[in-house]
């Protein structure tokens, strides 16, 4: 199984920006370019929220609807890490960030990262 590590979180003030990183490793018989990638996040008391996804070559994304021009998600296959760039930051964006990686079998989660948008 795939091992992601995400990094970046932290507390940042309303309208502020923050950058996501999402560090993969322990493949097998695939790489990280065989992987669909996504991101997910999780407020207290509120079900997992599809955040964004990105391709396996980097070349498609799609967002959530309260996301969308206000983040952008991308890749380098040649560090196997995914990231995702948060600008315009609102207080609801407050939650832990989960990094997935999804092939044809499955995925796959690392553990997240705590970010709060707090003035």
């Known amino acids: 199984q795939v091992h992601l590590v995400e990094s970046g979180g932290g507390v940042v003030q309303p309208g502020g920006s923050l950058t996501l990183s999402c560090a993969a490793s322990?493949?097998?018989?695939?790489?990280?370019?065989?992987?669909?990638m996504n991101w997910y996040r999780q407020a207290p008391g509120r079900q997992r929220e599809f955040v964004a996804a990105i391709g396996r070559a980097g070349d498609s994304t799609l967002y959530g609807d309260s996301v969308k021009g206000r983040f952008t998600i991308s890749r380098d296959n040649s560090r196997n890490e995914m990231y995702l760039q948060m600008s315009s930051l609102k207080v609801e964006d407050t939650g832990v960030y989960y990094c997935?990686?999804?092939?044809?079998?499955?995925?796959?989660w690392g553990q997240g990262t705590q970010v709060t948008v707090s003035s």
């Open positions: 322990g493949f097998t018989d695939f790489t990280f370019s065989d992987y669909a």
């Open positions: 997935n990686a999804v092939r044809g079998s499955g995925g796959c």
